[in-house]
T-cell receptor, first 109, second 114 residues
Framework: AQRVTQPEKLLSVFKGAPVELKCNYSYSGSPELFWYVQYSRQRLQLLLR??SRESIKGFTADLNKGETSFHLKKPFAQEEDSAMYYC???????????FGKGTRLHILP | KAGVTQTPRYLIKTRGQQVTLSCSPISGHRSVSWYQQTPGQGLQFLFE???????NKGNFPGRFSGRQFSNSRSEMNVSTLELGDSALYLCASSLSGLEYNEQFFGPGTRLTVL
């Protein structure tokens, strides 16, 4: 069964410290993985996807097929990174998208 | 370019009633997906419409239904409302639905069932 697991509901990190938001998935095939972000009082928006291998707002995520993980990382946290982060999976180009339950990132001053 | 709009933004209904929510996608977008967001379950996929046809469906009971019009606007209907249907309902649009990274979300409709 398709499943996305974000083990942390809340992650508090000091400003300037490294950030890692964990995401593990279960899928029997080649999934597409995404990270979505929702800032306070804003709409859910795409942050990045694994196939583009890009860095957005300093965040990167590497797909590890062996560990079935897609952790989101940033070397130095900023206060504006405080938000709700969702890991998501899509099994194929016209398949539905499955979201994890989200991790709230709180950057401490 | 105008973003995805959803109406109404807030709704209060009582158990047993039915409700219709509306979503207007970004101009040119042909795919519309619907999601239910609750504190306990997070974001759950309801269904996706493309060119007036339901292409994908999540694991929700038949009380949840939808449709899409020729102008790509979509409606979602929930019949015989239950307390557990209280949630934020989000819709998202994309050009073709073939690449989920192109999804743009609306602000949501907050439904409260009393």
């Amino acid at each position: 069964a398709q499943r996305v697991t974000q083990p942390e509901k809340l992650l508090s990190v000091f400003k300037g410290a490294p950030v890692e938001l964990k995401c593990n998935y279960s899928y029997s095939g080649s999934p597409e993985l995404f990270w979505y972000v929702q800032y306070s009082r804003q709409r859910l928006q795409l942050l990045l996807r694994h196939i583009s291998r890009e860095s957005i707002k300093g965040f990167t995520a590497d797909l590890n097929k062996g560990e079935t993980s897609f952790h989101l990382k940033k070397p130095f946290a900023q206060e504006e990174d405080s938000a709700m982060y969702y890991c998501a999976l899509s099994g194929s180009r016209d398949d539905k998208i499955i979201f994890g339950k989200g991790t709230r990132l709180h950057i401490l001053p | 370019k105008a973003g995805v709009t959803q109406t109404p933004r807030y709704l209060i209904k009582t158990r047993g009633q039915q409700v219709t929510l509306s979503c207007s996608p970004i101009s040119g977008h042909r795919s519309v997906s619907w999601y239910q967001q609750t504190p306990g379950q997070g974001l759950q996929f309801l269904f996706e419409y493309f060119s007036e046809t339901q292409r994908n469906k999540g694991n929700f009971p038949g009380r949840f239904s939808g449709r899409q019009f020729s102008n790509s606007r979509s409606e979602m209907n929930v019949s015989t409302l239950e307390l557990g249907d209280s949630a934020l309902y989000l819709c998202a649009s994309s050009l073709s639905g073939l690449e989920y990274n192109e999804q743009f979300f609306g602000p949501g409709t907050r439904l409260t069932v009393l």
